[in-house]
């Protein structure tokens, strides 16, 4: 089982700043890495996936980079809405797993 | 829009069986682009992926879980569902069902998510 090992577990960041999240993997798992985001009481939603593509309606704010066992999700520019949690996920081989998460909260 | 919800009871007792279902609206799950998932979140915690269904039934499952569950396809309504036997306090969770595109292999819509409880 590959464990994704997300870092910090909690930022705190100001609007307008940039947030860097980070997301490290036990073993390589190439480009087949994603991130969502998670507020409270909802589903996730896909941000990234490819480790840098982002998916369809996601702001150009957020960027996504890295392969094999290290990846980054950068923020610009934050808003009010995207403070919350933010999990990466690697899909690759059948058993996917997920980081812990990492808390993105107002400074 | 595509549109999954899923359904079952909230509460269920230690040892027994908890069922779940989710309702796929605006797709079929019968198209061969998707695998059909489940995966769950304890209060508090991080995502455990529990599984995934393809069109043609034929089902992977998560090692750690894979003796105590089942999934299956309902493709007369649209649906598919979760059963995990024996639970226990540790079972506990929100479970959300996804689609999982074959082709990126992206949980790219989810459903609402359903609290379970395991408690006597």
């Known amino acids: 089982e590959v464990v994704m090992t997300q870092s910090p577990a909690t930022l705190s960041v100001s609007p307008g700043e940039t947030a860097t999240l980070s997301c490290r993997a036990s073993h390589s798992v190439g480009p087949n890495l994603a991130w969502y985001q998670q507020k409270p009481g909802q589903a996730p939603r896909l941000l990234i996936y490819?480790?840098?593509t982002r998916a369809t309606g996601v702001p150009a704010r957020f960027s996504g980079s890295g392969s094999g066992t290290e990846f980054t999700l950068t923020i610009s520019s934050l808003q009010s809405e995207d403070f919350a949690v933010y999990f990466c996920h690697q899909y690759n081989g059948w058993l996917n797993t997920f980081g812990q998460g990492t808390k993105l909260e107002i400074k | 829009q595509v549109q999954l919800q899923e359904s079952g009871p909230g509460l269920v007792k230690p040892s027994q069986t908890l069922s779940l279902t989710c309702t796929v609206s605006g797709g079929s799950i019968t198209t061969g682009s998707f695998f059909w998932s489940w995966i769950r979140q304890p209060a508090g915690k991080g995502l455990e992926w529990i599984g995934r269904i393809y069109t043609d039934g034929s089902p992977t499952y998560n090692p750690s879980l894979k003796s105590r569950m089942s999934m299956s396809l309902d493709t007369s309504k649209n649906q598919f569902s979760l059963k995990l036997n024996s639970v226990t306090a540790a079972d506990t969770a929100v479970y959300y069902c996804?689609?999982?595109?074959?082709?990126?292999?992206?949980?790219?819509?989810w459903g609402q998510g359903a609290l379970v409880t395991v408690s006597s």
């Open positions: 996804a689609r999982l595109e074959v082709t990126s292999l992206n949980l790219d819509y």
């Open positions: 490819a480790a840098s």
